[in-house]
């Protein structure tokens, strides 16, 4: 059974910094793909970022050059490091994992990033 477990969510002011993480369970994680998702509230869940299980890494344009996704194989976890935070960002982030990006199939139960402007 596979299990994912996301962490590291909180408050912090604009302009600052946040570190997400996200452990799996129950599958050889260096043959898949890991994704983040966000929700705010009202609004559907969106993409943020991916890296594939080769390390093929993709971004929405709303945080590109400030959010970096990144994993250690060796801890099963992937990361999402969150600079210069906007207000925007404010959401509940899901980590996701699926053979390939775009076929998510496992899901975290969602960590809430609270940004103060």
């Known amino acids: 059974q596979v299990q994912l477990v996301d962490s590291g969510g909180g408050l912090v002011q604009a302009g600052g910094s946040l570190r997400l993480s996200c452990t799996v369970s129950?599958?050889?994680?260096?043959?898949?793909?890991v994704g983040w998702f966000r929700q705010a509230p009202g609004r559907e869940r969106e993409f943020v970022a991916a890296?594939?299980?080769?390390?093929?890494?993709d971004y929405a344009d709303s945080v590109k050059g400030r959010f970096t996704i990144f994993r250690d194989v060796m801890k099963n976890t992937a990361y999402l490091q969150m600079n210069r935070l906007k207000s925007e960002d404010t959401a509940v982030y899901y980590c996701?994992?699926?053979?390939?990006?775009?076929?998510?199939?496992?899901w975290g139960q969602g960590t809430q990033v609270t940004v103060s402007s």
């Open positions: 129950g599958h050889t994680f260096s043959n898949y793909a």
């Open positions: 890296i594939s299980w080769s390390d093929i890494t």
């Open positions: 996701t994992t699926g053979q390939r990006i775009g076929t998510w199939l496992n």
